[in-house]
């Protein structure tokens, strides 16, 4: 019997500097080690500790996975702190994922904030890979100013040249040559950016961020059902057993991190 | 042979120590606790459970869970018994087997403990003022979930086989024991009837109105909760002690040549147990802690596994430094709905 604890052993092999707090780490696993877009996997600092991340690399690359974070906590100023080479280890992947079959035929309407980008990515990345699947993939993405973007280079460039992809920016405060908007990202939610009756949303980034675009979408006449949210909570074990994650009845590891809002409506503090 | 009478419980612990890592029942104090069986010392059938939970000897309090970056040979369980378990604990297992070795998600740590584990459970004859199990259809004895069981009557003891495990034991050992004639059974049975009737009169002051998930999952708004807090000290006792309470936490230490992830118990009733490492925290509120263990035990878990994540075996009463009696809750939110069940009629006169 397999033993859920224990970490597949992996080795980083590259660091990015996506921004002053955030960092992505491409991370080889020394066995096969595949996931869905939208789950989460359990990334151990050996001897330090562990947390969790939804890889921001497609799931279509399966030698690699690159996963971005941001300093936050005790881990990942440590995660910060390491060199290529370094020794990891991941266990997973866990969750449900984002069910982009279901996205089919619809606009799918992506609003992000902050290192909410990185789960994005990888979604970004598998619908682009078919995107004639969709009728549109629309991105309004913010960031407190343009040096906190993550994925910069991708973000100003190749993907706003996509068929079908319709990308927006935003900061809180612009410097340098920004001739983006300013202000947060509910002020470049527009009620005619999508073809509300056929879509679905889908929303990751900082918690108040979270809250004030998915009230946005449902002012917007989005059905909390069509409202995709990753919900980040405490997530330890992976697998609906510790409990920290709780939300409700709900383990957000195991029944989510992806749960539409009507699923969360229910029970309160789900922001904070 | 299922049922089989013995008059002494020596040759029986004997026997079972020759074959696994015995632990005993004893007293220490005003209850009861578990210690490796010593042949010298007298053990005593306890009347009533021991204070601590039968989890920690399938779950224990702390261990190693994982060796990075190989993973070390699993320690080799050896097999163990447990004597003295009361229908509470044999209860409380049934509920972790279905966390940690029915799930799809099988914990192996859990499962190669539970399969040495051999169970010998006991009639309960004076159950404690803390004790509920009858609001959870407990009765004081179990009809199955053990590999034997012993029933205590005046000139010895009735044991029981409830497993293959069980029977296979009373086979191989047949000489220590004798045939129960029918009247030593029906001096089990009112025995029983003795302790039902005993937990009925220790409850009887606790009256819910409908099912507890009802009671419970109609509380989602109650103030109740935060009035409970202001007696609670977050000692977390309460779910340490408690035999259903599974929730852990895992972290990492390094050894001399190799990392560990540990497994260790942990507490929803703890501050930050929720927090994430961004600070948001969706219980910060104690009341809002004490809320969702009892929705986790009543409601959620009941919706998930079909059954309760509570025996009313009464310990987080007896631990309780607040003073905070899970009955005494369940009675006020259970007065709550009848309450506002009562405004609801009104408006629709």
Redesign the interface.
């Known amino acids: ?7 597949v ?1 992996c080795e980083i092999t590259d660091i990015i500097d996506e921004s002053p707090t955030i960092k992505s780490f491409v991370v080889v696993p020394q066995e096969p080690f595949s996931f869905k877009t939208g789950q989460f996997v359990e990334l ?8 969790p991340f939804t890889p921001s690399s497609s799931p279509a690359q399966t030698e690699k996975m690159e996963i971005t974070i941001m300093k ?5 100023a440590l995660l910060h702190q390491c060199k290529k080479g370094q ?1 990891v ?1 991941l266990r997973g992947p866990y969750g449900n994922g984002y069910p982009v079959d279901e996205f089919a035929g619809k606009d799918v309407y992506i609003v992000g904030g902050g290192v909410g980008l990185a789960p994005i990515r990888s979604l970004f990345l598998t619908l682009v890979n078919r995107i004639k699947d969709f009728k549109s993939v629309v991105c309004r993405f913010g960031a407190r100013t343009p040096n906190d973007f993550i994925y910069k280079k991708d973000l100003f460039g190749p993907w706003q040249k996509i068929n079908g992809v319709d990308i927006r920016l935003t900061v809180d405060k612009a410097n340098g040559d920004w001739k983006g908007n300013v202000g947060v990202v509910t002020t470049i939610l527009k009620p005619d950016d999508v073809n509300i009756s056929n879509s679905v949303a889908v929303v990751c980034g ?2 108040i961020m979270m809250k004030y675009a998915t009230l946005k979408l449902i002012e917007f006449g989005f059905k909390p059902e069509s409202i995709y949210l990753s919900m ?3 997530m ?2 992976g ?11 709900y383990y957000v590891c195991k029944d989510g991190p992806v749960f539409t809002f009507d699923k969360m409506k229910p029970y ?5 | 042979m299922e049922i089989v009478f013995i008059s002494r419980l020596k040759p029986l612990l004997d026997a079972v120590s020759s074959e696994a890592e015995l632990f005993v029942p004893e007293k220490s104090g005003e209850f009861y606790i578990y210690k490796k069986y010593n042949p010298s010392k007298e053990v005593v059938l306890n009347t009533i459970r021991t204070c601590t939970p039968v989890k920690e000897f399938l779950f224990p309090i702390r261990e190693v ?2 060796v ?4 070390k040979e ?1 320690e080799k369980i050896k097999p163990f018994a447990v004597f003295g378990l009361k229908d509470c604990d044999i209860r409380s297992i049934q509920i972790l087997d279905k ?2 070795a029915e ?1 799809e ?5 859990y ?1 190669s403990r539970r399969e040495k584990m051999f169970i010998i459970s006991s009639d309960c004859t004076e159950p404690g003022q803390s004790c509920f199990c009858n609001l959870f259809d407990g009765e004081g004895f179990s009809k199955s979930g053990f590999d034997l069981n012993i029933s205590p009557i005046k000139d010895g003891f009735i044991i029981e086989a409830g497993s293959a495990k069980g029977k296979d034991f009373i086979k191989k050992h047949s000489g220590l024991f004798a045939e129960v004639p029918s009247a030593l059974i029906s001096e089990r049975d009112k025995n029983r009837q003795k302790t039902r009737a005993q937990l009925e009169k220790n409850s009887s002051e606790i009256k819910l109105d409908g099912q507890v998930r009802e009671i419970v999952e109609n509380a989602a708004d109650s103030e109740i909760f935060d009035k409970e807090a202001k007696d609670c000290i977050e000692c977390q006792a309460c779910t340490r002690v408690c035999p259903t309470c ?9 050894q001399k040549d190799y ?1 560990v ?1 540990m ?1 260790m118990w ?1 507490s ?1 009733m703890r501050m930050a ?6 600070g ?5 509120v104690l009341g ?1 802690r004490i809320r ?1 263990r009892l ?2 035990k009543f ?2 878990f009941l ?2 596994y079909g059954v309760n994540m509570c025996v009313g075996c009464g310990r987080c009463i007896d631990s309780d430094a607040g003073g905070m009696d899970l009955r005494q809750v369940l009675k006020k939110l259970s007065e709550e709905k009848i309450n506002k069940d009562k405004g609801k009629t009104k408006v629709v006169k």
């Open positions: 019997m397999n033993n859920l604890y224990q970490p052993n151990t600092l050996p001897g330090e500790g562990e947390a936050a906590g005790k881990v990942t020794k280890g900082p918690p980040e909570k405490n330890s074990c697998f609906g057993k510790c409990g920290h994650c709780m939300i409700g009845k309160s503090h789900i922001w904070d | 869970a994982a990075f970056p190989k993973d699993p966390v940690f799930d998600y099988k914990d192996s740590l499962i599974h929730c852990f936490y895992l972290y990492d230490a390094s990392f992830k497994k942990d929803c147990y929720a927090a994430v490492a961004g948001e925290n969706p219980r910060k809002d969702h929705m986790h409601v959620y919706d998930r």
